[in-house]
């Protein structure tokens, strides 16, 4: 089973400033790596896939980036319905699919 | 429009069982893969079980195999997981998630169905 290591935790933002999320795999998963974004009270909801690719209706100020066992997700400038819990999935070894612990966006 | 709608879930004593439904609505529900996640109390996510669009292959996570069963009626356009021998450790709210063949990830989710296993 494939490891997804989401840092850090918890990170504080100011509305308009850059926000860096990471993800590392336990083991290489090419670019098959998803994004998620879940509100409180929501389902998760798809924002990246192909570890860069953005799914339909996402804004462009998130963006993905990374192969093999790094990842990274940059939200350019937040905005206040940005702030939310992100986690990292792989599809690259199935079954099982497995997700990162989450990083919390929160406000700073 | 895409729509996938839980049903099913509620409060159950520890060994009981409970069977989950998703309605799904919008998309040629046989055509498609689907999955349930589910998320513990203040927890991340977890990948429980998935079915192909035919349902002639299943997959299931190891904490839950043998005691969870995922179907589908592609007739009715239906998921439904029944959960047997259920304990605390399977409280959470379960989602059903349609699997988008061409990169294997989950691209619509339902509102999710929360299951509540308590004495």
């Known amino acids: 089973e494939i490891v997804m290591t989401q840092s850090p935790a918890t990170l504080s933002v100011s509305p308009g400033d850059r926000a860096t999320l990471s993800c590392r795999a336990s083991?290489?998963?090419?670019?098959?790596l998803a994004w998620y974004q879940q509100k409180v009270g929501q389902a998760p909801r798809l924002l990246i896939y192909?570890?860069?690719t953005r799914a339909t209706g996402i804004p462009a100020r998130f963006s993905g980036s990374g192969s093999g066992t790094e990842f990274t997700l940059t939200i350019s400038s937040l905005q206040s319905e940005d702030f939310a819990v992100y986690y990292c999935?792989?599809?690259?070894?199935?079954?099982?699919?497995?997700f990162g612990q989450g990083t919390k966006v929160e406000i700073k | 429009e895409v729509q996938l709608l839980e049903s099913g879930g509620g409060l159950i004593q520890p060994g009981g069982s409970l069977r989950l439904s998703c309605a799904a609505s919008?998309?040629?529900?046989?055509?498609?893969?689907m999955n349930w996640v589910r998320q513990a109390p203040g927890k991340g996510l977890e990948w429980v079980s998935g079915?192909?669009?035919?349902?002639?292959?299943?997959y299931y996570a190891d904490s839950v195999k043998g005691r969870f069963t995922i179907s589908r009626d592609n007739s009715e356009s239906t998921l439904y997981m029944q959960m047997n021998s259920l304990g605390a450790e399977d409280t959470a709210v379960y989602y059903c998630?349609?699997?988008?063949?061409?990169?294997?990830?989950?691209?619509?989710w339902g509102q999710g169905a929360l299951v509540t296993v308590s004495s």
């Open positions: 998630a349609r699997r988008w063949d061409a990169y294997s990830t989950f691209d619509y």
């Open positions: 919008g998309f040629t529900f046989s055509t498609y893969a």
């Open positions: 999935q792989q599809y690259h070894n199935w079954p099982p699919w497995t």
């Open positions: 192909g570890a860069s």
């Open positions: 079915i192909s669009g035919s349902g002639g292959s299943t």
């Open positions: 083991q290489s998963v090419s670019n098959s």
